[in-house]
C-alpha cells in the first residue's frame, strides 16, 4: 500500500483515517476556536472603526456603554447559535461517514460546499449585528447610525472571508473523505483563480471601497471634518493592511499547501519511490492536480512492477532496451562470449529425493550462476532444466567480456564446489560471432543468441565434466581476455567438437 506524503500541519486536522468519531469532535473544537477567534477580531474591528468613524467628538459615553454590553452579549450569541448550526449542518451533510459507505455525487457536492454553507451561516449572523448595532446608535447617538452601519458592515466582511478560509482548512479531512479514491476530471469546487477574486474583494477590495465611500461622504457634507476624514481614511487602511494581509495569507496558504504537497511527493518519485501519493482534499484545480499527480505515480509503479517483474524473467538489460524502444524481431552479429552450465547426474539426484528437496538445490544452484554473473555485467538468458545460458557482451556492449566469462565461470566452479557439494556441474566458455536478437512472432518472441559461440560452449559443457575442474573453455576466450584473468588458465590439449571438423584449443583452470 503506497505511503500518504502528510503536509506539515496535519497533526491540528488529524488524518481523515482516523475514527469518525474521534474526526467530528476534533473538527467540532477546532471549528468552534477558530469562529470564536474570528468574532473577536470582528468585535475589536468594530470598536476600531467606531471610535475613528464616528461624527463629532466621536462616540458618547452613553454609547460607548451601551457597545462594551452590545458586542459582547451579541458575539457570544452569535457564536453559539453560530456552533450550534454549524454541528447540525455538519452532521446532515457527514451522514454518509456516519453510515460508513461511500458519498453519491451529491453528497460529496454538499460536504465539498460545507465550508461555504458554514460561512453564509456566519455572514448573516454579522448581517444581523448590522442591524442592531445600527438601530443601537440611532437610539443612543444617531449621529453615528451611519458609521455603525458601516463599521459592522466591513467588519462582517473580513470575518467572513477569514472565517470561510480557516473553515475550509478544519473541514479538510471531510474533504480527504469525500474525495478518496475519486479520480474523475469533474471540478467539484470554486475554482483557485475565482477564489483569489473573490477574497481580494472581501478582505482588500471591500475596506477599500469603504474608502471611496468616506471620500464621497466628506465632499458631499459640507459640515464634514478633515481630521475625522484622515481618522476614517486611517482606520480602514489598518484594516487592508492589517486584515487584508491575513486574508490574503490564509489564501495563499490555502493554494501553496496542496502544490507544496505533490511537489515533496515529487522529490520522493524522483528519487525512486514510487510508493506514496498524496491525499486529496480540495475540490479545485488543485484537487484534480492532486488526483492526477497519484494517477500518475500509479501508472509508474506498475510500470515499474511489469519492468522488474519482465527483468526477472529475460534479465535487466533485454527488459530495459526492451522498454526504452521499438522491439523488432531480427538481430545482430556481435562478437559476444558465451557461458553455459549443466548439472552433473541431477536425474539421479532427482529420484532419491523429494520434489521440494530437489526445487530448493536448484535454486540454490541457479542463486549461484545468476549473482556471479550479473556481478559482472552479464545476462542469463536461459534457464534450461537443470542448465543456464548466460551471454557476456550482448544486448549491451561489454568492452571485456571474455574476462567476465573466464572470471564468472571460474568462481561459480569454486562457489558450487563449497555451497552445493552434493552436485557437480560441467562449465563451459566461448567467444565468437553470433546472432543476438528476438526470435518468435509479432506476439510472442525471446531475446536469444544464435551462432557457432553458442554451440561451442554447449560442447564444451559436456566435455567439461570428464575434465579435472570441470571448467574447459575455448583457448580463443583467453587470448581475448586481460592478462589478470589469463593467468588463471592453463593450455589444454586440441579437441574436435561435436559437428565440427577443425579441432579447437581448449583451456582449463590453472
Same mark, same amino acid.
Given at each position: 500500500?503506497?505511503?500518504?506524503?502528510?503536509?506539515?500541519?496535519?497533526?491540528?486536522?488529524?488524518?481523515?483515517?482516523?475514527?469518525?468519531?474521534?474526526?467530528?469532535?476534533?473538527?467540532?473544537?477546532?471549528?468552534?476556536?477558530?469562529?470564536?477567534?474570528?468574532?473577536?477580531?470582528?468585535?475589536?474591528?468594530?470598536?476600531?472603526?467606531?471610535?475613528?468613524?464616528?461624527?463629532?467628538?466621536?462616540?458618547?459615553?452613553?454609547?460607548?456603554?451601551?457597545?462594551?454590553?452590545?458586542?459582547?452579549?451579541?458575539?457570544?450569541?452569535?457564536?453559539?447559535?453560530?456552533?450550534?448550526?454549524?454541528?447540525?449542518?455538519?452532521?446532515?451533510?457527514?451522514?454518509?461517514?456516519?453510515?460508513?459507505?461511500?458519498?453519491?455525487?451529491?453528497?460529496?457536492?454538499?460536504?465539498?460546499?460545507?465550508?461555504?454553507?458554514?460561512?453564509?451561516?456566519?455572514?448573516?449572523?454579522?448581517?444581523?449585528?448590522?442591524?442592531?448595532?445600527?438601530?443601537?446608535?440611532?437610539?443612543?447617538?444617531?449621529?453615528?447610525?451611519?458609521?455603525?452601519?458601516?463599521?459592522?458592515?466591513?467588519?462582517?466582511?473580513?470575518?467572513?472571508?477569514?472565517?470561510?478560509?480557516?473553515?475550509?482548512?478544519?473541514?479538510?479531512?471531510?474533504?480527504?473523505?469525500?474525495?478518496?479514491?475519486?479520480?474523475?476530471?469533474?471540478?467539484?469546487?470554486?475554482?483557485?483563480?475565482?477564489?483569489?477574486?473573490?477574497?481580494?474583494?472581501?478582505?482588500?477590495?471591500?475596506?477599500?471601497?469603504?474608502?471611496?465611500?468616506?471620500?464621497?461622504?466628506?465632499?458631499?457634507?459640507?459640515?464634514?471634518?478633515?481630521?475625522?476624514?484622515?481618522?476614517?481614511?486611517?482606520?480602514?487602511?489598518?484594516?487592508?493592511?492589517?486584515?487584508?494581509?491575513?486574508?490574503?495569507?490564509?489564501?495563499?496558504?490555502?493554494?501553496?499547501?496542496?502544490?507544496?504537497?505533490?511537489?515533496?511527493?515529487?522529490?520522493?518519485?524522483?528519487?525512486?519511490?514510487?510508493?506514496?501519493?498524496?491525499?486529496?482534499?480540495?475540490?479545485?484545480?488543485?484537487?484534480?492536480?492532486?488526483?492526477?499527480?497519484?494517477?500518475?505515480?500509479?501508472?509508474?509503479?506498475?510500470?515499474?512492477?511489469?519492468?522488474?517483474?519482465?527483468?526477472?524473467?529475460? @534479465?535487466? /538489460? =533485454?527488459?530495459? +532496451? !526492451?522498454?526504452?524502444? *521499438?522491439?523488432?524481431?531480427?538481430? %545482430?552479429? #556481435?562478437?559476444?562470449?558465451?557461458?553455459?552450465?549443466?548439472?552433473?547426474?541431477?536425474?539421479?539426484?532427482?529420484?532419491?529425493?523429494?520434489?521440494?528437496?530437489?526445487?530448493?538445490?536448484?535454486?540454490?544452484?541457479?542463486?549461484?550462476?545468476?549473482?556471479?554473473?550479473?556481478?559482472?555485467?552479464?545476462?542469463?538468458?536461459?534457464?534450461?532444466?537443470?542448465?543456464?545460458?548466460?551471454?557476456?557482451?550482448?544486448?549491451?556492449?561489454?568492452?571485456?567480456?571474455?574476462?567476465?566469462?573466464?572470471?564468472?565461470?571460474?568462481?561459480?566452479?569454486?562457489?558450487?564446489?563449497?555451497?552445493?557439494?552434493?552436485?557437480?556441474?560441467?562449465?563451459?566458455?566461448?567467444?565468437?560471432?553470433?546472432?543476438?536478437?528476438?526470435?518468435?512472432?509479432?506476439?510472442?518472441?525471446?531475446?536469444?543468441?544464435? @551462432?557457432? /559461440? =553458442?554451440?561451442? +560452449? !554447449?560442447?564444451?559443457? *559436456?566435455?567439461?565434466?570428464?575434465? %579435472?575442474? #570441470?571448467?574447459?573453455?575455448?583457448?580463443?576466450?583467453?587470448?581475448?581476455?586481460?592478462?589478470?584473468?589469463?593467468?588463471?588458465?592453463?593450455?589444454?590439449?586440441?579437441?574436435?567438437?561435436?559437428?565440427?571438423?577443425?579441432?579447437?584449443?581448449?583451456?582449463?583452470?590453472?
Amino acid at each position: 500500500m503506497a505511503s500518504v506524503y502528510r503536509r506539515g500541519n496535519d497533526w491540528l486536522v488529524g488524518s481523515p483515517e482516523q475514527p469518525f468519531v474521534k474526526l467530528r469532535i476534533r473538527v467540532q473544537v477546532l471549528l468552534t476556536v477558530l469562529l470564536v477567534l474570528t468574532n473577536v477580531i470582528g468585535a475589536g474591528i468594530v470598536f476600531g472603526l467606531t471610535f475613528l468613524i464616528t461624527p463629532g467628538e466621536g462616540p458618547s459615553t452613553a454609547y460607548l456603554t451601551a457597545l462594551a454590553i452590545a458586542v459582547p452579549v451579541y458575539v457570544l450569541a452569535a457564536v453559539v447559535i453560530g456552533a450550534s448550526t454549524v454541528t447540525v449542518s455538519a452532521l446532515r451533510a457527514m451522514r454518509w461517514a456516519l453510515e460508513e459507505r461511500e458519498p453519491t455525487d451529491d453528497e460529496r457536492r454538499t460536504a465539498l460546499r460545507l465550508p461555504l454553507r458554514l460561512t453564509l451561516i456566519q455572514s448573516q449572523l454579522w448581517f444581523g449585528g448590522v442591524i442592531v448595532f445600527g438601530v443601537l446608535a440611532l437610539v443612543v447617538q444617531p449621529e453615528g447610525a451611519l458609521s455603525a452601519f458601516f463599521a459592522v458592515g466591513i467588519a462582517g466582511v473580513v470575518v467572513s472571508a477569514i472565517a470561510y478560509l480557516l473553515t475550509e482548512f478544519a473541514l479538510r479531512p471531510v474533504a480527504a473523505r469525500a474525495l478518496a479514491g475519486r479520480s474523475s476530471t469533474d471540478r467539484l469546487g470554486a475554482g483557485v483563480q475565482r477564489r483569489m477574486i473573490v477574497f481580494w474583494s472581501l478582505g482588500t477590495g471591500a475596506p477599500v471601497l469603504g474608502l471611496v465611500v468616506a471620500a464621497v461622504v466628506a465632499l458631499t457634507i459640507e459640515e464634514a471634518s478633515v481630521t475625522r476624514l484622515a481618522f476614517v481614511v486611517a482606520g480602514l487602511a489598518a484594516v487592508v493592511l492589517v486584515f487584508g494581509l491575513m486574508v490574503t495569507v490564509l489564501n495563499a496558504r490555502a493554494v501553496v499547501g496542496p502544490i507544496k504537497a505533490v511537489q515533496g511527493a515529487l522529490t520522493k518519485v524522483g528519487e525512486g519511490d514510487f510508493d506514496v501519493e498524496v491525499r486529496v482534499d480540495d475540490g479545485t484545480e488543485l484537487g484534480l492536480l492532486q488526483a492526477g499527480f497519484n494517477e500518475m505515480v500509479t501508472g509508474l509503479r506498475e510500470r515499474e512492477q511489469i519492468r522488474d517483474l519482465f527483468g526477472r524473467h529475460v @534479465g535487466q /538489460a =533485454v527488459a530495459k +532496451a !526492451a522498454t526504452s524502444g *521499438e522491439v523488432e524481431l531480427g538481430g %545482430e552479429t #556481435r562478437i559476444v562470449s558465451v557461458l553455459m552450465i549443466d548439472l552433473i547426474g541431477s536425474t539421479s539426484y532427482a529420484e532419491n529425493r523429494p520434489p521440494s528437496e530437489v526445487v530448493g538445490m536448484l535454486n540454490r544452484f541457479f542463486e549461484v550462476v545468476v549473482e556471479e554473473v550479473d556481478r559482472r555485467d552479464g545476462l542469463v538468458n536461459k534457464f534450461m532444466g537443470d542448465a543456464v545460458l548466460a551471454i557476456f557482451g550482448a544486448p549491451v556492449d561489454l568492452d571485456d567480456h571474455a574476462s567476465a566469462a573466464l572470471a564468472s565461470a571460474r568462481v561459480i566452479a569454486e562457489r558450487l564446489q563449497t555451497e552445493l557439494p552434493e552436485v557437480g556441474a560441467g562449465i563451459g566458455v566461448s567467444t565468437g560471432p553470433a546472432v543476438a536478437g528476438n526470435v518468435g512472432h509479432r506476439s510472442r518472441f525471446e531475446y536469444t543468441v544464435i @551462432g557457432d /559461440a =553458442v554451440n561451442a +560452449a !554447449a560442447r564444451l559443457t *559436456e566435455l567439461a565434466k570428464e575434465v %579435472e575442474g #570441470r571448467v574447459l573453455v575455448a583457448a580463443a576466450s583467453v587470448s581475448e581476455a586481460g592478462a589478470d584473468e589469463g593467468r588463471h588458465w592453463v593450455d589444454h590439449e586440441s579437441l574436435v567438437l561435436r559437428g565440427r571438423d577443425e579441432p579447437t584449443a581448449t583451456a582449463r583452470l590453472a
